[in-house]
């Protein structure tokens, strides 16, 4: 997993609420079984003309310049809701995505960012629509930079703002972990717990 | 110290505290499906890892299944077939149990598992899945994940998870006649937004969720994710045990009154307490039916549509203005007067055979109205062959209703089929996204017998002016 310490980039904001899996990605988009060859497929019902078409909607942020540049995305509240479908953030990691600033998160979403080097950033939503505006004043030159060495979104106004993240998410990105190496070496509490439980809960062991 | 129903079953599923409040908590079954749980399967075997416990893993096929009587493992979806090939491969290669194309206990995911009792009272329960939520109406602490996590879970039975904070919902007083449990879970996304339960693991207590019969309250409890809640739980009582009792993978004689022994332990102490507390009076409820493109867009029947400019929040004003002009809707019409041109029943919200009955109710002796197009999907195939033994297949079909083999189907467009560009469907499903069943399909979701009433009167429509 590509590890995330600090990046200064293009933001786009896409201020809409409840931006759900199934727009980040449609279902008809997901054509193979594996993470890759997503990235074409990202909004596609936003980013196109007609469903299946490659036709560009010229309105749509991620069509404009400097958009198709940016790194990190500023979005409404409620984002990744819907579908447990890694698909959708799969397709944007690949698409080029690296965090993602909004006021909340779908809860399967947000862990689905963790684990594949994404950065979910929950801020107030008044300061998310302040971002936007500083950054659609002149997109190219008034970057964002987000650091989760120091935890902060540093404004193109140059006032920095702090966010919360869980310290186990916070690991896993600056290492870049496998999870399942890490719990690997906790086998021996897993065996111990399953000792136990077998005797406490024997219907659970089938 | 008061515990509540979620307390004590991460205290009960505690393997280690990885500190800061996040904890890692024992797995006892993981169910998958050919849509995402391939994907895991296979980067687990690309990994060189195994499957722990392979003996506690389920796998079914659901998501992209064709479901027209005769099928196969062709699909409508293009490229579709290799999902279910390389999930077939994979489920025998890590020899977890798989609920086949043709095998008599197929069905969508949260059907099959209370169904086969591998969901039951007290377990935790994951699937790359994010309606996984739904088994929370047996009592099992069932959350949705990532392909992924599934992964981790897969290999260790075990998740990190940080704990969230802590929600009881009080559905208050008793549903009218013709109101059910999809109008509640409906109310509560109208009344408090599709972000309301964000953050929270919610318990749904009150006496309108107690009256609930099981399979209502695994309706409930569906749409917990469209609340936005990290999942929801309805404590176990006596109507549950008395449905796990018998069920394949059950608990059995000794072993079943010892496990019911301890689920009696697992409800909420008295004086637990909850970092937030709501109330919703149900006894007032009409059908619930939504206009717009997100679960917090929904009213009453007997409502109309409501006016964008009434709406004091930009955002939420600008999703109302997006919403409208996707579903081609003016503010003021009268929701019982909006014409559909096809009406669905189906998914793992509403299709098991409580739901079919009540539909099969309305439609006795009916027929749907011309132009409309009329599917009914049964949950698992379980219930399909209950209702063909019931008659309730003759009911559909002799009211001109489609009667189909079990899956997601039209839930979402993954089986490659839909309703059609701008055509305006009822559905007893769970998310109306836009182009969620289908390129720029609309629709409006609604309990099975809303959509069986609407259905005959060719608009969205009150069944409870068709009750017999």
């Known amino acids: 997993m590509e590890k995330f310490t600090r990046i200064t980039a293009i933001a786009a904001p896409l201020l809409r609420i409840n931006v759900d899996t199934d727009a980040i990605i449609p279902s008809r988009e997901m054509k193979t079984v594996g993470k890759t060859g997503l990235a074409a497929g990202l909004f596609a019902g936003w980013r196109y003309q007609a469903p299946g078409s490659r036709d560009e909607n010229p309105d749509f942020i991620l069509n404009r310049e400097p958009y198709r540049q940016a790194r990190i995305l500023l979005a409404g509240a409620n984002f990744g809701c819907g579908s447990s479908r890694e698909h959708a953030v799969w397709a944007l990691q690949e698409w080029g995505m690296r965090s993602i600033i909004a006021p909340s998160f779908g809860a399967i979403f947000a862990g689905n960012c963790v684990r594949n080097g994404i950065l979910p950033v929950v801020l107030d939503n008044a300061l998310v629509e302040d971002l936007a505006r500083q950054v659609e004043a002149d997109p190219a030159r008034r970057l964002l930079t987000v650091d989760l060495v120091d935890c902060t979104v540093t404004a193109p106004d140059g006032r920095r703002h702090a966010f919360a993240i869980a310290a186990a998410d916070r690991e896993m990105l600056l290492e870049g972990l496998d999870g399942i190496a890490l719990t690997m070496k906790r086998d021996d509490e897993i065996l111990a717990f399953q000792g136990r439980d077998r005797l406490r809960r024997p219907w659970i062991y089938l | ?468």
Not at chain 2, 283 to 297: E, I
Not at chain 2, 388 to 410: K, N, Q, T
């Open chain 2, 1 to 468: 110290m008061a515990r509540s129903i979620i307390d004590k079953l991460w205290d009960d599923h505690l393997v280690a505290d990885l500190g800061e409040g996040t904890s890692l908590l024992y797995i006892d079954r993981v169910f998958l499906h050919e849509r995402t749980g391939s994907v895991a399967l296979k980067e687990l075997a690309a990994a060189n890892r195994r499957v722990r416990n392979p003996e506690q893993v389920f796998c079914t096929m659901d998501h992209i299944v064709d479901t027209l009587p005769g099928r196969g493992d062709s699909t409508r979806m293009p490229g579709g077939t290799s999902f279910i090939t390389q999930t077939r491969e994979a489920a025998h290669a890590a020899g977890i149990t798989l609920f086949d194309i043709g095998s008599s206990d197929q069905g969508i995911v949260h059907v099959v598992s209370p169904e086969q009792g591998i969901a039951l009272p007290g377990v935790t329960l994951v699937c790359p899945d994010s309606h996984t939520c739904t088994l929370g109406g047996i009592g099992a602490l069932a959350w949705g994940i990532g392909s992924t996590e599934a992964e981790h879970a897969l290999a260790t039975k075990t998740l990190a998870v940080r704990k969230p904070r802590s929600m009881r919902i009080d559905f208050q007083g008793q549903l009218a006649a013709g109101v059910t449990a999809k109008d509640m879970i409906l109310a509560l996304i109208g009344a408090h937004s599709a972000s309301g339960g964000v953050g929270y693991a919610i318990e749904f207590a009150g006496e309108a969720v107690r009256s609930l019969p099981v399979e209502a309250r695994l309706t409930l409890c569906n749409m917990g994710v469209e609340f936005g809640a990290w999942t929801v739980i309805i404590a176990p009582d006596q109507a549950v045990f008395d449905y796990v009792r018998g069920r394949p993978y059950a608990p059995r004689d000794q072993v079943l009154e010892q496990a019911i022994a301890y689920w009696r332990t697992l409800p909420s102490d008295p004086d637990a307490v909850f970092d937030r507390e709501i109330t919703l009076d149900c006894s007032t409820l009409a059908p619930q039916v939504t206009w717009g493109t997100s679960p917090q867009h929904e009213t009453g029947i007997d409502g109309t549509v409501p006016d964008p400019a009434g709406e004091p929040d930009a955002n939420r004003r600008q999703a109302m203005e997006r919403a409208l002009a996707y579903m081609a809707l003016q503010p003021g019409t009268r929701l019982d007067q909006v014409p559909i041109q096809a009406a669905f029943i189906g998914s793992c919200t509403n299709s098991r055979l409580s739901d079919l009955r009540a539909a099969a109710a309305i439609l006795e002796g009916r027929r749907v109205a011309s132009g409309v197009r009329a599917i009914c999907v049964p949950g698992s195939t379980q219930v399909k062959l209950a209702a063909e033994r019931e008659g309730l297949d003759r009911v559909f079909r002799a009211a001109g209703f489609e009667w189909r083999e079990s899956g997601c189907s039209m839930c979402f467009y993954a089986g490659g089929e839909s309703f059609g560009f701008e055509e305006r469907v009822v559905s007893s499903t769970n998310r109306n996204f836009e182009n969620r069943q289908g390129p720029r399909t609309r629709t409006h979701l609604a309990s099975p017998v809303t959509v069986a009433a609407s259905a005959i009167a060719g608009r969205l429509a009150d069944a409870r002016t068709l009750a017999r």
